[in-house]
């Protein structure tokens, strides 16, 4: 099942600065996934970019199965939207925080 959690239009001074003059939003949703041999829920992410150019352009990460803690997903998900991060930067975010959460997969 997939969960809105939250969606942010990039800072417009860093798309100006990157040389980008349209605007861009990405969405951060909660993935639930119910496996029966295990007796807890278990949870991942997808992240989705629009980029609102001459013709709308849609990018999208999503990696389940990342911890079985809807505690810990909410708090990398919140780390996520505020830094901004993109579908193509997801999976080296989660590297670097994979020391920090209780990884199953």
Do not use: H, W
């Amino acid at each position: 099942m997939k969960n809105f959690f939250g969606s942010i239009f990039i800072n417009r001074d860093k798309l100006r600065e990157a040389g980008i003059e349209y605007p861009i939003k990405v969405e951060y949703y909660k993935i639930t996934n119910e496996i029966p041999s295990r007796p807890k829920l278990i949870y991942g992410i997808q992240v989705i970019k629009t980029e609102y150019k001459e013709k709308i352009r849609v990018e999208q990460m999503k990696i389940e199965n990342i911890t079985n803690s809807e505690k810990e997903i909410d708090k990398i998900l919140y780390q996520l939207k505020e830094n901004e991060v993109t579908p193509i930067g997801l999976e080296d975010v989660l590297i670097e925080l994979e020391e920090k959460i209780n990884i199953i997969c």
